[in-house]
């Protein structure tokens, strides 16, 4: 599993590479908390008034475990990153505050404010370090985090929590609007090219998950759920390279197919789109044409499938949708592989051995952050 878990290092310059970077950055948070997410889509899929095993007691737990635990273990992880252990605990700390200064689930504003508090610690032991007295290292450590914390959560309550929420209430508004219009799959115009970019966790669970939990709360599903985690787009681009593509990857297809569909793990795809650019418009046309079905059947989930396989779409898809939700992902993998296997056939230009290894290391360094 490491190996899907980018690390946001690298020396690239460029918009490109920055953005890049982030991604990265965004998705080492969320990657190592997976089965996280997991335990909590299958308490809300089985316990929930509208799941499968309706049970009032196991459901208590699903409200605190989406808006405490998994902000806090995501802005724990992301301090780790920055500053290790010391940055992990003020990163959590940190998070509290964003937790509390709002009533939404707080991913995004776990996102921001670990790092930014674990950046700030790194700096203040670097200059504390030196001057710190033997004997006292311990004392001045621990009083440091302390403070630093402490302002790290007001900082949170007063600033980043408030700031995320007016983020989300925008974004929930467009999003809403969209949907009053039936212009929701445009969403995929946005959506499909940033999961190249590494930008998919960052755009699934810091901004697709709390719009999908509000609603979610008082409809019992949300189709802001399907919108990046469909698994059907990336399955037809691979069949597609599977049947038509270069010789030299029609080999690999089957593999990376397994592990996309069944595994959920969807960055397997991306080599194949930096091989052949255009075929991106393929996962766009595929994923507009997946949302378009889920809104016309009227479907969505209880949770985030996490990762993005078949298996977690079943486990979290709520009684009577099942019908409308692999019927989109059907038509979603449909669309991608007509598409793709069309720009295919028209292009000329057969890859090589050296291409594929120049493409593999783009996605090495892209998944790097480089």
Known sequence: MSEFIPSGGGGQTGFRAGIQKVGGNLAGMVIPNIGAFIAWGLL????????????????????????????????????????????????????????????????????????????????????????????????????????????????????????????????????????????????????????????????????????????????????????????????????AFWLAGPKLLRGSAPGAIIIQFLGGIHEIYFPYVLLKPQVVLGVIAGGMVGVTTFMVTGVGLVSTPSPGSIFAYIAVTPAGNHLGVLLGIVLSAATSFVVTWFILKISKVDATEGDLAVAKDRSKEMKAGN
């Open 44 to 239: 809300t899929a089985l316990f929930i008034p509208t799941g499968w095993l309706p049970n009032e007691d196991f459901s208590s737990m699903v409200g605190p475990m989406i808006l405490n635990l998994l902000p806090i273990l995501i802005g724990y992880t992301g301090g780790r990153i920055v500053h290790g252990q010391r940055g992990a605990v003020i990163g959590s700390i940190a998070t509290v505050g964003v937790i509390v200064g709002t009533d939404i689930p707080m991913f995004l504003g776990a996102m921001i404010i670990g790092p930014l508090m674990a950046w700030i610690l790194k700096y203040i032991d670097k200059v504390l370090d030196p001057i710190t007295p033997p004997g006292f290292e311990m004392l001045i450590g621990n009083f440091s985090l302390g403070i630093a914390g402490m302002l790290g959560a007001m900082l949170g309550y007063l600033g980043i929590g408030p700031i995320v929420s007016g983020i989300t209430t925008f974004l929930g508004n467009g999003v809403g609007w969209l949907v009053d219009n039936s212009l929701l799959p445009l969403a995929s115009l946005l959506i499909e090219p940033a999961k190249i970019l590494f930008m998919n966790n960052a755009i699934n669970f810091g901004v697709l998950a709390p719009l999908g939990v509000v609603d979610a709360e008082a409809t019992g599903q949300s189709i802001m759920f399907m919108l990046e985690t469909n698994p059907g787009p990336g399955l037809g681009l691979l069949v």
